[in-house]
């Protein structure tokens, strides 16, 4: 099993418990998705970075639930993603349903004592040598992306 995590990640101006609720519930993401779908801002920076901004369109397919999220993934078709583990204000653990992938995937948040929490992602995966020399240091780039996204996200007052 190949692991990546993320920096640890803080989030000054919120409880665990407000990150904890919105984080697993997947269906509170839909308005973030929504709003990057159809922002030019998002697409003008997609351009500067030298990726093609037509990929937001992809955004529209991404199916969200309480428990799972559906999206589209290159050579793969879709995949869900599910919450299969909570522990209240501590982590949230999620699993591939319905595609050939061993992994897990931990998003664990704890209080700082000066006020507000912190966070860190988790991914193991089952892959074989080559995957894992193709796809490692982006894995390992692409989970302290979405932990800083994560990061940066409103937890106050849901």
């Given at each position: 099993?190949?692991k990546?995590?993320?920096?640890?990640?803080?989030i000054p101006q919120?409880?665990?418990?407000?990150?904890y609720?919105?984080?697993?519930?997947?269906e509170t993401?839909?308005p973030?998705?929504?709003?990057?779908a159809n922002?030019?801002?998002?697409?003008?920076?997609?351009k500067?970075?030298g990726?093609?901004p037509?990929?937001?369109e992809?955004?529209k397919?991404v199916?969200?639930?309480n428990?799972?999220?559906i999206?589209?993934?290159?050579?793969?078709?879709?995949m869900k993603?599910?919450?299969?583990?909570?522990?209240?204000?501590r982590?949230?653990?999620?699993?591939p349903?319905?595609?050939?992938?061993?992994?897990?995937?931990w998003?664990?948040?704890?209080p700082?004592?000066a006020?507000g929490?912190?966070m860190?992602?988790?991914?193991?995966a089952?892959?074989?040598?080559?995957?894992?020399m193709?796809?490692g240091s982006?894995l390992?780039?692409g989970?302290?992306?979405v932990?800083d996204?994560?990061?940066?996200?409103?937890?106050q007052?849901?």
């Amino acid at each position: 099993m190949a692991k990546y995590e993320s920096e640890v990640k803080m989030i000054p101006q919120a409880t665990c418990e407000h990150v904890y609720q919105k984080l697993s519930n997947l269906e509170t993401f839909r308005p973030i998705i929504e709003n990057a779908a159809n922002n030019p801002m998002i697409a003008e920076k997609l351009k500067e970075a030298g990726q093609d901004p037509a990929q937001l369109e992809k955004l529209k397919e991404v199916e969200l639930d309480n428990d799972s999220v559906i999206f589209p993934v290159p050579m793969i078709g879709n995949m869900k993603l599910e919450i299969v583990e909570r522990q209240e204000n501590r982590c949230i653990k999620m699993q591939p349903a319905g595609v050939p992938i061993d992994a897990t995937l931990w998003i664990q948040v704890l209080p700082v004592s000066a006020g507000g929490s912190k966070m860190r992602l988790t991914l193991k995966a089952e892959l074989n040598m080559m995957l894992k020399m193709m796809i490692g240091s982006k894995l390992e780039k692409g989970i302290n992306n979405v932990a800083d996204m994560l990061a940066q996200l409103p937890y106050q007052m849901m």
